[in-house]
């Protein structure tokens, strides 16, 4: 596709469920991050990948969050044993390389609310 | 820490108004800065960053490096300029991540 891709668009799940959320990036874009965005606020950064490597992860809030990027195309966001302060928008987004200045695109996010 | 500021949440200018978005930063070394916009029921996109001294949609923005500052204006505003508005700053992290502001929810009246 043209764009980043997000799914599921909206996920409904109950406190203690696991949850995995995907990203398709802008095929070829080297640098694919992941944000977090809760509501009335702007996105927060979780984690980095540059190709099938992660290289930061220090935004992720706690050790039931993980990330992966296997084949440096496709990443996968799971949250473990969800509670109800994981309930926000999470959003992908990726850039063609590694320069500071490039733009980020960004997906139209997956949308989580935790029961 | 790299931390950005947008002290209005919501901002309603009548059509045809001049339109000021303030953003202030705080990082210790040379950032870049941008602005993205999200428009209803679409994704977040950008809008314009420093480096490229451009005017988009007839909006600019000049980084003020003495005041800390990436304030964000149009003239004359339109109602299609009704959105939400982030400043985002990218600092040399090792990667380009980005800090964003709460933002600014931006209404313009007919």
């Known amino acids: 596709g043209a764009g980043v891709s997000q799914s599921p668009r909206y996920k409904v799940a109950k406190r203690g469920q696991d949850v995995a959320l995907r990203c398709d990036p802008i095929s070829g874009h080297v640098s694919l991050f992941w944000y977090q965005q809760a509501l009335g606020q702007g996105p927060e950064f979780l984690t980095y990948?540059?190709?099938?490597?992660?290289?930061?992860k220090s935004g992720l809030p706690s050790d039931r969050f993980f990330a992966e990027r296997p084949e440096g195309s496709v990443s996968t966001l799971k949250i473990q044993r969800t509670q109800q302060e994981d309930s926000a928008v999470y959003l992908c987004a990726s850039s063609p390389g590694t320069v500071q200045n490039q733009p980020q695109h960004f997906g139209d996010g997956t949308r989580l609310s935790i029961l | 820490a790299q931390r950005v500021t947008q002290p209005e949440k919501l901002l309603s200018v009548f059509k045809g108004a001049p339109v000021e978005l303030k953003c202030n930063y705080s990082?210790?070394?040379?950032?870049?800065l941008f602005w993205y916009v999200q428009y209803s029921r679409q994704r977040l996109q950008l809008l314009l960053r420093?480096?490229s001294r451009e005017s988009i949609k007839g909006f600019t923005a000049d980084l003020n490096k003495g005041e800390t500052s990436f304030h964000l204006k149009k003239p004359f505003a339109q109602e299609e300029d009704s959105a939400m508005y982030y400043c985002?700053?990218?600092?040399?992290?090792?990667?380009?991540?980005?800090?964003f502001g709460k933002g600014n929810q931006v209404v313009v009246i007919p």
């Open positions: 990082y210790s070394g040379s950032p870049e």
């Open positions: 420093h480096i």
């Open positions: 990948f540059q190709n099938e490597a992660q290289l930061d």
């Open positions: 985002a700053l990218s600092g040399r992290f090792g990667n380009n991540r980005l800090a």
